[in-house]
């Protein structure tokens, strides 16, 4: 049972470049979300999905898109990177509704923007 | 609204001594509280979870947690540190709202538990 699975691990880009991290989970969980970890301030909500087709902003959305075309699936788009995207990103899905369910979360991709 | 406050950044224990790290949250309703941890260069990890029913909660590793809805306080204790708890945990929040839950997690800045020898 592989859970939930991000691509790349690490990555630099430079600035002004575009990326897509990957994020897939075999669980099928309808919520999926992706987080922006920086040192000493904790997890921020990026972007948020609760089922195929259906997406929202979190708290930190500028510079970032996604989709979700499927359960599985819920890339993160980066345009145009900003020195200030460098952080690690984390991808994690929730089952169901309501507020009892934890998060998996993926391993994190590390990114760097120079 | 709801807040989570992690009141310690950093603590130091002594190996085989007791863990304390404190969570105090702020719910509009009745919340769900988790405690997770994160080793370095990995992702995060479920320790336990309060969801309504017993306050007192047993996780893995030998942890639990105790949910005082008088205090607004949801600590994590261990009776005797291992070496290898060395890592961050966070406190989270979930409130209980039939509409927007999916967003209503909220994570605490974290805390840095060292464990020495």
């Known amino acids: 049972n592989a859970g939930v699975t991000q691509t790349p691990k690490f990555r630099i880009l430079k600035i002004g470049q575009s990326m897509t991290l990957q994020c897939t989970q075999d669980?099928?969980?309808?919520?999926m979300y992706w987080y922006r970890q920086d040192p000493g301030m904790g997890l921020k909500l990026i972007y948020y999905s609760v089922g195929a087709g259906i997406t929202d902003k979190g708290e930190v959305p500028n510079g970032y898109n996604v989709s979700r075309s499927t359960t599985e699936d819920f890339p993160l788009r980066l345009e145009l990177a900003a020195p200030s995207q460098t952080s690690v990103y984390f991808c994690?899905?929730?089952?169901?509704?309501?507020?009892?369910?934890?998060?998996?979360f993926g391993e994190g991709s590390r990114l760097t923007v120079l | 609204a709801q807040s989570v406050t992690q009141l310690d950044s950093h603590v130091s224990v002594s190996e085989g001594t007791p863990v304390l790290l404190r969570c105090n949250y702020s719910s509009s309703y009745s919340p769900s509280l988790f405690w997770y941890v994160q080793h370095p260069n990995k992702g995060l990890q479920l320790l336990l979870k309060y969801t309504s029913a017993a306050t007192l909660v047993k996780g893995i590793n030998g942890f639990e947690a105790e949910f005082k809805k008088s205090e607004t306080s949801f600590h994590l204790t261990k009776p005797s540190a291992h070496m290898s708890d060395a890592a961050e945990y966070f406190c989270?929040?979930?409130?209980?709202?039939?509409?927007?839950?999916?967003?209503?997690?909220?994570f605490g800045s974290g805390t840095q538990l060292t464990v020495l020898p």
């Open positions: 989270v929040v979930s409130e209980g709202r039939s509409s927007g839950s999916a967003r209503q997690l909220t």
């Open positions: 669980m099928n969980h309808n919520y």
């Open positions: 994690a899905s929730r089952t169901g509704s309501g507020n009892t369910g934890e998060l998996f």
